[in-house]
């Protein structure tokens, strides 16, 4: 099978030169060699600086796409470090499912943004946010600089712009989520992988299994068993002390916080797999949702992703085994949670990197497709269109891209910016309420409400599933089992404020409904703030879903996300 040549053109091989040596894979040193020894790799600071300005602003501008970030790992957190925060039932000692030594990892920063910006909680989010981000540029950088030395500067190119500007990857790059944690192990095992550090791939695999994401032990595998197939001995020993540090670490984490011997780790496994977990509690979804979310969130990415194992045969010989191998856990993981009923968007974060590399390996192979076997220096027409072809394809890419960052960011960002006008507010006693009904679960966690708010209280608005409830430490705090918890999400009569008098400050989505909302009584409150927010039901898809100019505030319909305080008497 023919492959495409190194950027310097070779004399063609006459009858009386002898055979070229046979080789199953094709790298970069394949090229350095060609081109006596000239590095034509992309160098460490161009995508550590461009996966960082966009990083940046990921941290400063992302929004909060599930509750579940909020409540099993911002809140908590926020009790760590000040004492108060909503607990959910995963984090009662009767379960202890959620993980405290990923919440102690988090508190590496946390704590001493604490010590420098005191009461300033706002900043305290925002330097973890910043955090994250690095996390992500680092372990990203390793995989594009890999693929750089690996398969040439065009592939990693392509790559690097993906990884930038995919919408999917600029979102869950700073999402305080274990599903984002072992997105950034997937990154860097993968880069260590490709450059041949088998045994470091395997240790950095156990950590975004163990301290990240359990189930993510999937997507890990096909680098894991290669790198064990490769260099047995010292890829066992590095997961192996990897792993039984880690696990001895979080048993003792546990017992700290729960005030008893157990393992999160293992009780979330058993929970849904041998507990048979009714995750179904919470929502399910049809076998398309991935493909349509993954469309969503990388448009035309997503698609050339899924046809890279289309395109192996004709360019094999140029990416090996070990592009597949690495690129393998998307169509492994795709499958494996497309046969859960439960399906969120979050458990799709460990593959993102993956679908960038797929479809930028398809984008590069477009004139493979077309070029003679025989004759590696075809420069027919349908070539040249092929090779023109790659630039506009991923041009088209980046800026559907840019759309659908655009669209999210300006359409739903209201939550977050609400919350922050409350410490403009502070003219009230000390001690108010503040209620939330059916916007609970967009509640941006406790490091958005300021001291002065006593409490946040959640009122009846329909909704009959558990919610959480503050840690409770005249029970225990982190080690109690309060009664009111159960796994079944069942609710609870004391998760609602039944005294409506006692609020101080609301906050209300109001949509364009036949009903009125409590804000709509105005002798009772006045609208303090509000911000537009995008009406996903009465939106065209297209419309809302990526940001066309002067037609995506036009076909779109907006309410108001509304601070309200209650008019004194």
Not at 74 to 97: C, V
Not at 160 to 166: D, G, Q, R, V
Not at 211 to 228: E, N, R
Request: hydrophobic share 45%; proline share 5%; net charge neutral.
């Amino acid at each position: 099978m023919a492959m495409m040549q190194p950027a310097i053109r070779q004399r063609r091989s006459q009858i009386s030169d002898p055979p070229a040596p046979s080789s199953s894979s094709y790298s970069k040193l394949d090229k350095e060699a060609k081109s006596d020894g000239k590095d034509e790799g992309l160098k460490w600071l161009l995508p550590f600086v461009a996966l960082g300005f966009l990083r940046y602003m990921s941290a400063t501008s992302n929004i909060i796409h599930d509750c579940d970030e909020v409540f099993n790992y911002w809140e908590p957190l926020h009790f760590l470090l000040y004492k108060t925060g909503f607990q959910t039932w995963e984090y009662s000692s009767q379960f202890a499912l959620r993980s405290y030594l990923y919440l102690l990892f988090h508190e590496i920063v946390a704590r001493p943004a604490l010590w420098l910006f005191g009461d300033e909680k706002v900043r305290v989010f925002y330097a973890v946010r910043f955090f994250l981000g690095f996390l992500s540029v680092v372990t990203e950088t390793v995989l594009v600089v890999a693929v750089s030395r690996k398969y040439g500067k065009r592939l990693a190119s392509y790559t690097l712009a993906m990884l930038c500007l995919a919408s999917g990857c600029f979102f869950a790059s700073t999402s305080f989520l274990p599903s984002s944690f072992s997105m950034y192990a997937i990154s860097l095992a993968s880069g260590l992988f490709l450059l041949d550090k088998h045994a470091a791939a395997v240790a950095v695999s156990a950590i975004g299994v163990i301290l990240g994401w359990p189930f993510s032990i999937l997507a890990f595998l096909p680098v894991t068993l290669y790198s064990l197939y490769i260099k047995f001995k010292p890829a066992f020993i590095a997961g192996a002390v990897t792993s039984v540090i880690l696990l001895a670490l979080s048993v003792v984490t546990d017992y700290y916080y729960y005030g008893k011997w157990t393992s999160s780790v293992l009780n979330l496994l058993i929970y849904n797999v041998a507990g048979g977990g009714e995750s179904h509690l919470y929502g399910t979804e049809g076998p398309l949702f991935y493909l349509k979310n993954g469309f969503n969130n990388f448009n035309f990415c997503f698609v050339l992703a899924m046809l890279f194992l289309a395109i192996l045969p004709i360019a094999k010989k140029k990416y090996a085994s070990d592009l597949l191998i690495v690129i393998s856990p998307l169509y492994i993981w795709l499958g494996f949670m497309s046969l859960q009923a439960h399906k969120e968007e979050r458990f799709l974060y460990p593959i993102y990197p993956l679908i960038c590399l797929a479809a930028s390996a398809v984008i590069e192979s477009f004139p493979d497709l077309f070029r003679d076997k025989y004759d590696s220096f075809d420069t027919s027409i349908i070539v040249k269109v092929a090779k023109f072809l790659r630039p506009v394809v991923l041009s088209i890419i980046l800026y559907a891209s840019h759309a659908r960052t655009f669209s999210l960011i300006h359409g739903y960002s209201a939550p977050i910016e609400i919350y922050k006008l409350l410490e403009h507010h502070d003219d009230v006693a000390n001690g108010s309420v503040l209620c939330v009904g059916s916007e609970w679960h967009r509640y941006p966690s406790s490091f958005f409400v300021p001291d002065f708010v006593g409490q946040v209280r959640w009122i009846d608005d329909g909704f009959g599933g558990l919610l959480p409830f503050q840690f409770n430490s005249t029970l225990g705090g982190t080690a109690a089992a309060p009664p009111y918890f159960n796994n079944k999400n069942k609710a609870s009569e004391e998760q609602y404020l039944h005294d409506i008098d006692a609020c101080t400050f609301l906050v209300e989505l109001q949509l364009k409904r036949p009903y009125l909302t409590r804000g709509s009584d105005l002798s009772t409150w006045e609208a303090i703030a509000a911000l537009p927010y995008l009406d996903r039901e009465l939106s065209p898809a297209l419309y809302r879903s990526f940001f066309i100019p002067y037609l995506w505030q036009e076909k779109n319909v907006f309410g108001l996300y509304k601070l309200f305080r209650r008019i004194t008497k």
